[in-house]
């Protein structure tokens, strides 16, 4: 799943109105494009741009995703993008409720040079806020336009609407999947004592941490252990709370909605009969004093911190969303308290869904603003980092320094990759790798570059070395190399036509829109103006939603 979620409802109506068209540099210096095995483009950042990059120019950025590690371009891989463009970003990310933070700044008049919304694009679209990049992009963007290939018109708006007013970057073009970071999460240290029990249900999951419990209720330090806990704080719970629930009864994820796939009626996914069993054991779990009592009052950062400690037995959760805490064990060598996943339903009649393909997702991206003092030049900088150089240098660094290039093959030194592992926080900080993906289109895991080499550096033969000893122990025990090969694949299941409905972008003059906001102020009471059970009459045209030109 992609990394914040849109608030109830204001998905849904995209399947009401057909809101969206489905449809490095080198060792030295980072102004070279490396050697012959490096890729480069002669058009890189869309044109000649010599002349340009003398006479610096610093956008303001602002985006809805946190960034605690951010340098203001201060990194390395930060540096190299500036020396190369002579752009520089000063950001602002959203503290709190992003949506709340957007509706603000869309709402002011006064908008930063470029800005990555995601689910409240409609509200600078609404406000006049952000540009069509359509001609940008045909005349200044020919390395977006080549990674989008067929796929760009997934980023129009509406079929009302066709412009486009932000570029897809929080999914990868052509992405494969190679590794699981969701499911039922168990503690390396639990499973190793048990014997490595297999964890197919929420049973098998439940009687792990309660028999492990049992012998360990402490800490060494004389702390409660804690069997489970969620975290419920603000967006994060639909991906702890509610997510779980249709994928664990066999239901894509699709945010808080279920499009049944045959009828293609749309209603919210909790509604489902099925689900309440779900929820049901959730509250089996907390009279059983096995659910963490704060699960529902904590604050994230109060979460991440318990996880760092060491206490947290289980999770329902993604990595992304608890990886600062396990990331913290990591840096203090409490490998055994890292989670392993595994695809846990609520009875074996049903299947995992986490790799239930989506195709490409076009809904969030980054968006160019009114305000922007000089829009070709910011279509070409980001062009350049659509570029293949400006991929290589954002995903594996300076060649050298941070890779190096050996028999044709790029390769992460030892002692690089274990620091991207074990001190992740500081090294990305210092480092800049990763912090700029979601700014400009790029390919997914799986993709070669023209020197043969992948584009990211999550491909199999790199993620089994990224494992530490303890990992690979318990993978090895499982019969597995990556935690994806404990999940149903892919091709269990039929591909979806309208990708993954919270990804979908919707226009702010939709009815669904209002009748949200009444759900949202009356609590989703069922006499209230927006009565979900509407949801359910309502169908989603999506021949016409991902089948038009």
Known sequence: MTKQRMWP???????????????????????????????????AAGGDTAGENSQPLTLSFYSEDPNPNWSDMQDEVGKAITAKTGI?????????????????????GDYPDLISAKGSINKFVDAGAVLDLTDLIE??????????GEQLKRARYSNEDQAIYALPTYAGVRQTSFNAGGGFGLQHRVVKELGYPKIRTVKDFENAIKTYLEKHPTDEKGNPNIGL??????????????DPAPMATGAPGDGEYFIDFDTQEVTYHFRRPVEKEYFRWLNHMNAEGLLDPESFVQKYDQYKAKIASGRVLGLIDQDWNYGDGEKALKAEGKFEYGYGHYPATLSEEYKDTSFWPTGFMGGYGIAISV????????????DYLASDEGQVLMNWGIEGKHYEVIDGKRTIPQDVNDRKINDAAAFQKESGIGHYLNLAPHYGDGVKDPSGNYYTTQFPEQIAADFNEVEKEVL????ATTWKDLFPKEEEFPVRPWGAAWNIPVPGDSEIVVLDEEVEKHHVEANSGGDPRQAGRLRPDLDRLYGGT
């Not at 005349?139 to 989008?148: M, Q």
């Not at 806990?229 to 509610?242: E, G, H, P």
């Not at 090895?476 to 019969?479: F, I, P, T």
């Open 229 to 242: 806990s969620l975290n419920a704080d603000d967006w994060r719970m639909y991906i702890s709370v509610t």
């Open 139 to 148: 005349e200044h963007a020919p390395n977006i336009k080549k990674v989008y």
């Open 476 to 479: 090895q025990a499982y019969g």
């Open 88 to 108: 520089a970003l000063e950001a602002e990310f959203a503290v709190g409720d992003p949506v709340q933070k957007s509706a603000l700044i869309a709402a002011s």
């Open 371 to 382: 305000d922007n003092p000089d829009p070709v030049r910011t279509i070409k900088f980001l």
């Open 9 to 43: 409802g204001l998905l849904l109506a995209a399947t009401i109105v057909g809101g969206l068209l489905a449809g490095c540099s080198g060792a030295n210096d980072p102004n070279t494009a490396g050697n012959g095995n490096t890729p480069s483009n002669s058009n």
